[in-house]
């Protein structure tokens, strides 16, 4: 797991964790901060899971290269 490295991080976003919540997270203030910030500080978002963000500076587009 990338946790386990200390290079992920899962934001609470206001719901649970679960497929159910994901529209209702897609839609909180804080996700869409993340979604228009996060990569400026090489941070980005595992698309089907809208909590978890990978710390990779050096990722190119949506691939990770960690």
Known sequence: SVHETGLAIDFNLGYRYTAANIPEMERSRAYRFLVQNA???????????????????????DRFNV
């Open 39 to 61: 990569r400026h500080f090489g941070f980005y978002n595992y698309p089907v899971e809208p909590w978890h963000w990978v710390y990779n500076p050096v990722c190119v587009g």
